[in-house]
């Protein structure tokens, strides 16, 4: 029950917090069985946010253990379908405790459910990839010794975001073909030849991820620029079509270095000169966006950000103050801010109900998320607008180097 609510809660606030939400082939993912899921980990446990809300069947992932030090934060946690797991830099003491969450893990399997892990151990917000570890291809090998008639698939899901931390950002998710080992051990005591089956799968899960996220181990901040000259110029209407081709435009990037990396350098120098967003050149191609539409929406949106921005607004403050790591920032705004917002909806309710009647509190249940809604969409073109102003300021010498730049960056970008 407590999963339920919050998975339509969360849908709720990844959908205002991010402006598309894109996904491909995640009908791939069986629809009944064990199931292995994998993905890449660039925004913490906004990822397995993420893919929870995307997936209908429920979804079991891992957390850092030291999360579930408070027993009430335990009891919680694992109703929400997480569970504990310990990094080895821990120390010794919590190697006992991952045995126990690797058997956690066989047991959900075992039952049929769908478990989530990240095979690169941390998070982290640039377009790379880390090092797999092996603990779930681990899994899927033991699992398959185990219990032949019934494969466990393993899933590869990429994760891209196009932003690790701002609102009004883009997120696509995209799954790939599931696999099985390629050979099962026939005795549990051919410890060579489990290691090596483990191993090539590990390989084989780190390949898959490879071809379904964009990723640049050697140049990320500049693969990260020029995905932004990428998205400003895109005209896909299809999310499906926008990701293969994001993806394909990455890795033409990464793999022709010396033909790309100075002029995508020269482009981001440009346009730090001339003092505006990455996202702010989309207006440089004949889009304009009135001012008319702040100024008839100001009354309604001064009204809802009077009602309701006292917890978001302490949300960012606390996001601000307390998050010290770039890939925890959105997951913990996200989420601080969507339950202070509850307790504010609730309380402000309750007291007009108190104060005025049922009639009136019904009617302020219903009028207060409506009026933060348009408020949050007034915000969300005030930003866009502001973008396309300081684009209207530049000078036709500046607009020219700008569009010059991006055109040779979007060589790469696929016909």
């Known amino acids: 029950?407590?999963?339920?609510?919050?998975?339509?809660?969360?849908?709720?606030?990844?959908?205002?917090?991010?402006?598309?939400?894109?996904?491909?082939?995640?009908?791939?993912?069986?629809?009944?069985?064990?199931?292995?899921?994998?993905?890449?980990?660039?925004?913490?446990?906004?990822?397995?946010?993420?893919?929870?809300?995307q997936l209908k069947r429920p979804l079991h992932f891992f957390a850092r253990g030291d999360l579930f030090r408070n027993a009430f934060a335990a009891w919680i946690l694992r109703r929400l379908h997480m569970h504990p797991i310990h990094h080895h830099q821990n120390g010794r003491s919590t190697l006992n405790d991952n045995d126990d969450s690797f058997e956690v893990a066989m047991q959900l399997l075992e039952a049929g459910e769908i478990v989530l892990f990240f095979p690169e151990g941390i998070s982290q917000t640039a377009y790379r990839l880390l090092p797999f570890k092996k603990g779930a291809f681990r899994l899927a090998v033991q699992m398959a010794m185990k219990n032949s008639a019934q494969p466990c698939p393993v899933v590869p899901v990429g994760i891209n975001y196009s932003?690790?931390?701002?609102?009004?950002?883009q997120v696509w998710?995209?799954?790939?073909?599931?696999?099985?080992?390629?050979h099962v051990p026939s005795e549990a005591t051919d410890t060579q030849a489990f290691n090596q089956v483990v191993r090539l799968l590990t390989l084989k899960g780190a390949h898959a991820i490879?071809?379904?996220?964009?990723?640049?181990?050697?140049?990320?901040?500049?693969?990260?620029?020029?995905?932004?000259?990428?998205?400003?110029n895109a005209t896909d209407p299809d999310p499906s079509l926008m990701i293969s081709n994001e993806i394909q435009f990455a890795r033409k990037i990464s793999s022709q270095h010396n033909r790309y990396l100075a002029e995508i350098n020269l482009y981001r120098e440009a346009r730090l000169r001339c003092g505006v967003t990455p996202t702010a050149p989309r207006f440089l191609k004949d889009r304009s966006l009135s001012s008319w539409p702040l100024w008839l929406g100001f009354p309604a949106a001064a009204i809802g950000w009077l009602l309701n921005a006292l917890p978001l607004q302490v949300g960012k403050w606390i996001a601000d103050k307390k998050v010290t790591r770039?890939?925890?920032?959105?997951?913990?705004?996200?989420?601080?801010?969507?339950?202070?917002?509850?307790?504010?909806?609730l309380a402000i309710t309750l007291l007009t109900g108190i104060i005025a009647g049922k009639a009136m509190a019904l009617?302020?249940?219903?009028?207060?998320?409506?009026?933060?809604y348009a408020a949050w969409k007034y915000y969300q073109y005030f930003v866009a607008w502001k973008d396309?102003?300081?684009?209207?300021?530049?000078?036709?010498?500046?607009?020219a180097v700008l569009e010059d730049l991006a055109a040779g960056i979007l060589t790469a970008a696929p016909v």
């Open 1 to 53: 029950m407590l999963y339920a609510t919050v998975k339509i809660l969360m849908r709720c606030a990844l959908n205002l917090f991010y402006t598309r939400i894109g996904s491909k082939d995640l009908q791939l993912i069986p629809d009944k069985g064990p199931v292995i899921l994998i993905a890449n980990h660039p925004s913490s446990l906004m990822d397995a946010a993420l893919l929870g809300v």
């Open 163 to 169: 932003h690790p931390k701002l609102p009004f950002s």
């Open 173 to 182: 998710i995209h799954a790939g073909t599931p696999f099985l080992p390629a």
């Open 210 to 232: 490879s071809q379904l996220v964009i990723a640049d181990d050697h140049h990320p901040v500049e693969l990260a620029e020029a995905m932004f000259v990428y998205r400003n």
């Open 326 to 345: 770039e890939d925890f920032y959105s997951w913990v705004l996200v989420v601080v801010s969507l339950f202070l917002y509850l307790f504010w909806w």
């Open 363 to 372: 009617t302020t249940a219903i009028a207060l998320p409506l009026s933060g």
């Open 388 to 399: 396309c102003r300081a684009v209207r300021q530049l000078n036709t010498v500046q607009k």
